[in-house]
Structures are given as C-alpha cells and as structure tokens.
C-alpha cells in the first residue's frame, strides 16, 4: 500500500469488504503497530504507537461502533481521557459550542448520551476527536447508521471541515457517496493498493472495475 493524502481534501477509501480499509486506517491512528513500512506526516517520518500518541500528530478516529460512556454527557464524553489537570465543564462547554458553531453541528453537550439519536451519538465522536486538536479525521463507514437527511447533514459538515483545511478520510464502498462528496478516491484491493483517481474524472464504472479487478 501506498497511499498519500492532501491537507483540505476529502479523500475516500474505497474497496470491497476485507481489502483492508480499515486495518490501514487502525494503523494511523494508533490502534494496529504496522510490522513494517513507513508513515510521513508533513514530510516527517513519524512511528504512531497509540491513539493518544496519534492525537499529538493532529490524527483521530471516528469508528463505525462508537466507544461513548452511556450515562455520561456528551460533554464529559468528549473531554474524558484528557489529561491537563483538573476538568472543567464550564469551560468544556463554551469551546464545545465553538467548534459546534464553526462547522455546524447541533448538539446539546449537557445530553446524556442514552437519550440521543445514532447521528447525535457520531456528532460528540466527531467533535471529540476536533476537540483534541485533529487536523486529519478518519471515518469509517460513516454512514452505514443514518438517513438519508442526516448523511446529507454530514456531509455538508465534512465539505465546511475541508474548507477550513482538515484532511478528512472516508472509508466506504458506497459509489455514490464517493462521488457525491470526495475530491479523490483511493482503492484497494484484497489488501493491495490499486491507485487513486480524480472524483471529477472518474465514474462507478471504472470504480467497480478497479474495486473488483474486472469489469462488471
């Protein structure tokens, strides 16, 4: 595999399930220690040990089943696993309705996360890991749980984050959506990287083709 990312891009990572999408993300943001290979971030060579050591490089993960506390706020659930001293909620508040209002999202921080809806829940993921600082924001599956109505919310979000510079990767095999919201797609195939396109020059032909390794 060899894959490279743009600062303010979306890029979706596309493939058949078991190509390894989701194993190659596990290992940027910490959770799989490659056994070999290399990962630059701004040209630097970087080893990303943990998740927690991901975040020092700007780097977090929404994953497709959510790792929330369930009688805890979206609040608490956000700033828990900081470690700067002594939490403060108030304050956690204010900067959670900052990055609410900057890439609009609609969350109540003081809701328990028992009483929300499946997008709400994916909401206080995403703004957990902006929270922390994350500059590249890996999704998997994202939208396997919404509605129609509420993937089209996502996605408006997600094009707001790339335009404010955030590098966004999307792991998915819903060739629609590819092209309805990536700027590149890269594509693997049983554990290979086949190569990445241009959305605007490419359709779910040549996708598939790519996908699957022969035409459908």
């Known amino acids: 595999v060899n894959l490279t990312v743009r600062k303010g891009e979306i890029l979706s990572l596309l493939g058949e399930n078991g190509s390894g999408k989701t194993t190659l993300m596990n290992m940027i943001s910490g959770i799989y220690y ?85 997008s709400e829940k994916q909401t206080v993921e995403i703004i957990k890991v902006l929270y922390r600082g994350a500059d590249i924001l890996i999704l998997d599956e994202p939208t396997a749980v919404l509605t129609p109505q509420e993937t089209e919310k996502l996605f408006r979000v997600l094009r707001r984050m790339r335009d404010d510079g955030k590098c966004i990767i999307i792991i998915t095999h819903k060739l629609h959506e590819v092209l309805s919201l990536s700027d590149r797609v890269a594509v693997l195939r049983k554990g290979e990287y086949v190569g990445t396109v241009n959305t605007a020059e490419t359709d779910e032909a040549q996708l598939t083709e790519m996908m699957v390794g022969k035409k459908i």
């Open 34 to 118: 490659p056994d070999e290979g290399q990962i630059f971030i701004n040209g630097e060579e970087v080893k990303i040990s943990s998740p927690e050591n991901a975040y020092t490089y700007g780097i977090g993960m929404i994953h497709q089943h959510f790792k929330l506390v369930d009688i805890f706020t979206a609040a608490e659930n956000i700033v828990l696993g900081i470690n700067d001293g002594k939490y403060n909620l108030k304050n956690s508040v204010e900067e959670i309705k900052k990055i609410s209002e900057q890439y609009g999202f609609d969350i109540d921080p003081e809701k328990k996360i028992y009483t929300m809806s499946v």
